[in-house]
């Protein structure tokens, strides 16, 4: 418990002490009465302050003006009627103190678990300077700095390990438990733990925009982005509250006045006077807008820490009503490691081919050019290269030594106006095109990724109806990689132009909210217009996790499963809530207004009412076995 809990704590043991003993201990009824308005001041007092504060910012119907009207109205009662039964007043105040204590205390659980994520910010960098390793603010850390990180230290910035080889955790950014390796030349993100080995960096970003940052911003913001089902309990709660308290005004007023009218009957104000009480009392909406926002939290913190970031409660929401899923391929599905197989039809020497083609890519980072300049196996002189055009969907033109060079696919040579040779093999054929002429093509594959099938599979199992990819790829490729995978529909050849097209036809379908998942810039324009976007956070490029509404920080396609089906668990466990909250509510009522419940119920009623639903959105944390 924090200093606040332990403060409030101590106040209801105090006043429920005093509640006993002037029940018990026989005293003057002079002394008796400023114990018991004490008794009630002390445990009252925060709540009647707030009403106040309502009152005169003209906000005055919330849950505290319902609790402050309702117990000063049984105090004023206790002293019209002259009964001395001060209890009532006090126990209630007493007993919604239990309740927002408790609500107090789930709520910090739940923003424990949420803020065991935040352990992966970074308190300093080392930094060598004039041969002392020096601790110093990540913020301070330039592009390009060297630094270095001890077995035991978060990584807290972004960069590439120049010398060194460890083993990092990195169970607080993907919710994996086993570690990975790390060697020079790796890149390496900020918020994973060194476990070995000494590593000396290079940082390629400031601490602002690494990875640790944006995850920090991710998770602290979640919260302002509402939910439907939330901004109902925020619409429900402004015409609720006034219509009971003019409900409660009603039924102290108009029967009263009723039986004035009727000869022979006298009228019984005190009698109504308290149904109007417990009426106001049993009105409070406390489990209802506790128990919704709650859950939505707690469901954004159990995905948190199993590697899949929410931005809000609204894409929570969005996810758990998805039937259709769209895929990106390479590097989505596709491990995005590309290795050439061989190079055919060529009339100039393999190796010399091999050159031009690495040479005219040099300038992309493309997983299809990294794959031809680690086929080259040698240093690229980029001095050799010149006017390099990337032709977007279709390859790349450039001069290399003076010489006109073409890679890409057959729309580029068609483009270009060269006769290509087609393919017999199943792959990403690469035509070349030296000095205007056709001069051979490259042949490159790309393997599913070990968790693919398993993904399409755990969707269809969650109860997502469509799984599509949609690919720049050949048709050939595509549809061995849908087969092996059992996608249901796929499309190839496409732009990344023709991507938001195809994915705005499959939303004109209308068969549910349809979900894009992607890692590439050229996906941040699909990413954005899908209904929900997922990006790969590992892999991903900056653009596509900006654009996208969930980010899965493993690219495990595996998760995608997983944050579905933790949103609906979410879902399901709000609508319990909300049902379970206003039947109750509602049953309370027409018992208070009847005269079958009194204020002790009521509150009982209330306060377990709030318990057992908070309790319930609670278990949206708990999604390791989903």
């Known amino acids: 418990m924090n200093k606040k809990q332990q403060k409030m704590l101590a106040r209801i043991l105090i006043t429920a002490v005093m509640l006993v003993g002037l029940n018990v201990i026989p005293m003057p009824e002079l002394l008796r009465i400023p114990l018991f308005l004490g008794a009630y001041l002390l445990i009252g007092y925060d709540i009647l302050k707030k009403a106040l504060r309502g009152i005169l910012n003209r906000q005055v119907f919330d849950e505290n003006f319902l609790m402050a009207i309702a117990t000063v109205g049984a105090i004023v009662l206790a002293v019209y009627q002259r009964s001395g039964d001060y209890n009532e007043a006090i126990a209630v105040m007493l007993f919604y103190q239990v309740g927002e204590l408790f609500e107090s205390y789930a709520v910090g659980k739940s923003r424990r678990n949420i803020s065991q994520l935040m352990d992966i910010r970074p308190d300093y960098a080392n930094v060598e300077r004039d041969g002392r390793l020096c601790q110093v603010d990540p913020d301070e850390v330039a592009v390009g700095s060297v630094i270095l990180v001890q077995p035991g230290e978060k990584v807290p910035i972004d960069g590439v390990i120049l010398e060194g080889s460890s083993s990092l955790n990195t169970a607080a950014l993907t919710g994996e438990s086993m570690p990975r390796d790390a060697a020079p030349g790796d890149d390496i993100v900020s918020g994973c733990i060194n476990m070995t080995g000494l590593l000396k960096i290079r940082t390629t970003r400031e601490f602002g925009e690494s990875t640790v940052s944006k995850i920090l911003d991710l998770v602290e913001n979640a919260s302002s982005r509402k939910s439907r089902s939330e901004d109902f309990i925020s619409r429900f709660a402004r015409v609720y509250t006034p219509a009971v308290c003019y409900a409660a005004l009603a039924l102290a007023l108009v029967p009263p006045l009723v039986q004035l009218a009727m000869p022979g009957v006298s009228a019984q104000w005190g009698?109504?006077?308290?149904?109007?009480?417990?009426?106001?009392?049993?009105?409070?909406?406390?489990?209802?807008?506790?128990?919704?926002?709650?859950?939505?939290?707690?469901?954004?913190?159990?995905?948190?820490?199993?590697?899949?970031?929410?931005?809000?409660?609204?894409?929570?929401?969005?996810?758990?009503?998805?039937?259709?899923?769209?895929?990106?391929?390479?590097?989505?599905?596709?491990?995005?490691?590309?290795?050439?197989?061989?190079?055919?039809?060529?009339?100039?020497?393999?190796?010399?081919?091999?050159?031009?083609?690495?040479?005219?890519?040099?300038?992309?980072?493309?997983?299809?050019?990294?794959?031809?300049?680690?086929?080259?196996?040698?240093?690229?002189?980029?001095?050799?290269?010149?006017?390099?055009?990337?032709?977007?969907?279709?390859?790349?033109?450039?001069?290399?030594?003076?010489?006109?060079?073409?890679?890409?696919?057959?729309?580029?040579?068609?483009?270009?106006?060269?006769?290509?040779?087609?393919?017999?093999?199943?792959?990403?054929?690469?035509?070349?095109?030296?000095?205007?002429?056709?001069?051979?093509?490259?042949?490159?594959?790309?393997?599913?990724?070990?968790?693919?099938?398993?993904?399409?599979?755990?969707?269809?199992?969650?109860?997502?109806?469509?799984?599509?990819?949609?690919?720049?790829?050949?048709?050939?490729?595509?549809?061995?990689?849908?087969?092996?995978?059992?996608?249901?529909?796929?499309?190839?050849?496409?732009?990344?132009?023709?991507?938001?097209?195809?994915?705005?036809?499959?939303?004109?379908?209308?068969?549910?909210?349809?979900?894009?998942?992607?890692?590439?810039?050229?996906?941040?324009?699909?990413?954005?217009?899908?209904?929900?976007?997922?990006?790969?956070?590992?892999?991903?490029?900056?653009?596509?996790?900006?654009?996208?509404?969930?980010?899965?920080?493993?690219?495990?396609?595996?998760?995608?499963?997983?944050?579905?089906?933790?949103?609906?668990?979410?879902?399901?466990?709000?609508?319990?809530?909300?049902?379970?909250?206003?039947?109750?509510?509602?049953?309370?009522?027409?018992?208070?207004a009847l005269g079958l419940a009194n204020m002790w119920l009521a509150i009982f009623a209330d306060v377990g009412v709030m318990v057992l639903a908070v309790l319930n959105a609670i278990r949206a944390l708990s999604v390791k076995n989903l």
Request: proline letters at 3%; one cysteine or more.
């Open 271 to 592: 009698v109504w006077l308290y149904r109007a009480l417990t009426f106001l009392v049993t009105s409070c909406p406390c489990a209802l807008v506790i128990s919704v926002p709650l859950s939505f939290f707690a469901g954004i913190g159990g995905a948190s820490r199993e590697g899949v970031l929410v931005k809000g409660s609204n894409y929570l929401e969005t996810l758990s009503q998805t039937r259709t899923v769209v895929f990106d391929k390479t590097g989505t599905l596709t491990r995005g490691v590309f290795e050439v197989e061989g190079v055919h039809h060529n009339t100039l020497p393999a190796d010399t081919l091999l050159e031009y083609a690495a040479l005219a890519e040099s300038a992309s980072s493309h997983p299809i050019s990294k794959s031809l300049q680690r086929a080259y196996g040698r240093e690229l002189d980029r001095s050799r290269v010149s006017d390099i055009h990337e032709e977007s969907g279709h390859g790349v033109t450039a001069l290399v030594d003076g010489i006109s060079v073409a890679a890409g696919n057959r729309k580029l040579m068609e483009q270009l106006g060269v006769a290509w040779v087609p393919c017999d093999s199943v792959g990403t054929v690469i035509h070349m095109a030296v000095d205007g002429r056709y001069a051979g093509h490259i042949l490159i594959s790309d393997q599913p990724k070990a968790t693919a099938a398993q993904a399409i599979a755990a969707l269809k199992k969650a109860g997502v109806t469509k799984t599509v990819m949609l690919t720049g790829d050949i048709p050939t490729v595509a549809q061995q990689v849908a087969q092996n995978l059992g996608l249901d529909e796929f499309y190839a050849g496409l732009l990344p132009g023709d991507k938001v097209e195809k994915v705005e036809s499959l939303l004109a379908a209308g068969t549910g909210k349809l979900a894009f998942v992607g890692d590439g810039i050229n996906d941040a324009p699909v990413l954005a217009r899908a209904d929900i976007g997922i990006a790969m956070g590992a892999m991903g490029s900056d653009a596509a996790i900006e654009a996208a509404d969930v980010v899965l920080m493993d690219d495990d396609p595996l998760k995608i499963a997983k944050a579905v089906k933790i949103s609906r668990k979410t879902l399901g466990i709000v609508y319990q809530n909300i049902a379970f909250a206003i039947g109750i509510k509602v049953l309370c009522l027409i018992l208070a």
